[in-house]
């Protein structure tokens, strides 16, 4: 059987409970985490579009119908009008609080937006296979994750990481830069090792980085508040001694100095965690542009000597980067379905 999708959604070939937000998109693979992904944070939108209506329809047909369906709430029974209402009801919109979070990069497609079904998962009582072109199922796709699996998720910062809770993940809204809107302005470099602030954009951004031993603190201890680079950080602060501290200060529409200082522990503590990547932007409302800035800070040989002070070999530089792109749909390859309705032994 074949069935037509409506061209902004690509369906996987199963649905799961992760919207895959901010994810890298693959025709072959599905969602999948590709180099340097961070957490984006979400927010979930009831959906009383007709479209989304018809696709999660076609989606649900594929799957062999509302019996493939079965609320998650344990003894409750739909059915006929009341199940199809309930479907209605629980159609979502999964999308990121802030496009410019998601780590574009220009010839890779990522999932933005994800038609979310709550409160509802799969009976397996159907055996439904989508696969690109006329040969089966697409390779990879029958495993692409679930909430424990994805345990690692929702590292410091991370927000909700692109979950919805209980569900299903129906259809992924894919896109990418638009390679001829993309503007880039010179990178920015600063290294940081002296220890003193560097302004990265005049009068308006400002960062510096500073050694700290918690010992040296009044209370002698990390403030409950402090904000780390990585999960890993942040789940052993209270056996982290020694830190370098990230402060960011950024001068806001009105005027006002605000900071954010992020902890980065030393390599024998934290092996990942000497490396950070913020983004911040806004959306031009004429041409819906993303304006995006950009800072990657990298520290190099960030251990320390016996004396537990910097090795001689620190190092750490900041690259400040800003640039402006539109964004395109990445159209789905068109889908053949089959399915199965008979039960599973």
């Given at each position: 059987?074949?069935a037509?999708?409506e ?29 340097g ?17 018809k696709?999660?329809?076609r ?44 780590r ?14 709550e ?23 029958e ?17 909700d ?10 259809a ?12 880039e302005k010179p ?46 950080g942040?789940?052993m ?9 990230l402060t ?41 542009r ?13 251990d ?11 190092q750490?530089?900041a ?27």
């Amino acid at each position: 059987m074949e069935a037509m999708f409506e061209p902004v959604y690509h369906v996987p070939t199963k649905p799961v409970e992760l919207a895959y937000i901010g994810f890298e998109w693959s025709d072959k693979m599905g969602p999948v985490k590709g180099p340097g992904w961070r957490p984006v944070s979400t927010e979930s939108l009831r959906s009383l579009s007709d479209l989304h209506n018809k696709t999660a329809d076609r989606a649900i047909l594929a799957l062999g119908g509302m019996p493939s369906l079965v609320p998650v709430k344990a003894g409750v029974a739909l059915g006929g009008s009341n199940k199809r209402e309930a479907i209605a009801q629980g159609l979502r919109i999964i999308r990121p609080r802030a496009l410019w979070e998601i780590r574009f990069e220009p010839k890779r497609q990522y999932v933005t937006e994800a038609l979310y079904l709550e409160n509802f998962e799969l009976s397996h009582k159907t055996n439904t296979k989508i696969g690109v072109g006329a040969q089966g199922t697409v390779p990879g796709t029958e495993a692409l994750g679930s909430v424990s699996a994805m345990g690692a998720i929702g590292a410091e910062g991370g927000g909700d990481a692109g979950t919805a809770g209980q569900g299903l993940a129906l259809a992924y809204k894919v896109q990418e830069i638009d390679t001829y809107s993309l503007e880039e302005k010179p990178d920015v470099v600063a290294s940081l090792s002296d220890g003193q602030p560097h302004e990265l954009i005049p009068d308006k951004l400002e960062i510096s980085l500073k050694f700290q031993d918690v010992l040296n603190l009044p209370t002698r201890q990390w403030p409950d508040s402090q904000q780390w680079a990585c999960l890993q950080g942040r789940q052993m602060a209270d056996r982290i001694n020694q830190a370098w501290l990230l402060t960011l200060r950024k001068r806001d529409a009105d005027g006002v100095w605000r900071s954010r200082v992020t902890a980065l522990p030393p390599t024998r503590m934290a092996s990942d965690c000497q490396h950070v990547v913020t983004f911040d932007g806004y959306i031009d409302s004429q041409d819906g542009r993303i304006h995006r800035n950009k800072l990657v800070v990298a520290l190099d040989n960030a251990d320390l000597d016996h004396h537990m002070r910097p090795s001689a070999g620190f190092q750490a530089t900041a690259t400040f980067k800003q640039s402006s792109f539109t964004l395109k749909d990445v159209a789905p390859p068109t889908p053949v379905i089959t399915t199965d309705l008979r039960h599973e032994p």
